[in-house]
């Protein structure tokens, strides 16, 4: 803020002069000459603040920290849409198996990516009652044949 006070003072005394030339100026051959230097020193005295802003202004740091910080968004965006699939899977297998009376405590898919940042089912771990154990050929070829993955099957 105080650079703003120190370019207003300073425009109003190159004003201040600039009006003080012009009176004391000699004769009409010469007031426009003397109108011309007035105008580009009240031009440089206007502009002054910008160049000396540009001169100052540094974009390699701000424009990688944007780049990082769009990278950072990018990042939490595909974590997120990862979650969100495996979230969708967990319940897409839970009402698969649902209709085949199967009644999980738990699903877990967990998602993976790979180099082209292709999104593929890294595990799906699903969660039964230790009284379930005989059901689990059939939740196996249910899941193996709806989702080509080999389900791992933890009993509690």
């Known amino acids: 803020m105080n650079s703003v006070y120190a370019w207003a003072g300073t425009l109003c005394a190159v004003l201040i002069i600039a009006s003080f030339v012009r009176i004391i100026a000699p004769g009409e051959r010469t007031m426009k000459t003397i109108s011309l230097v007035i105008g580009v020193f009240v031009v440089l005295a206007v502009t002054s603040p910008l160049v000396n802003f540009a001169r100052n202004l540094d974009l390699s740091d701000s424009t990688e920290e944007l780049f990082s910080v769009e990278g950072e ?13 495996g979230d969708y899977l967990a319940a897409y297998v839970f009402e698969l198996l649902k209709t085949s009376k199967i009644s999980p405590k738990n699903i877990e898919v967990v998602m993976g990516t790979d180099e082209e940042r292709g999104i593929y089912i890294a595990a799906c771990r699903i969660y039964m009652d230790k009284d379930d154990y005989q059901k689990e050929e059939d939740v196996k070829e249910l899941i193996s044949s709806s989702l080509a993955v080999e389900p791992s099957i933890v009993y509690e």
């Open 73 to 85: 968004a990018s990042e939490r965006y595909n974590q997120e849409v990862i979650k969100e699939t």
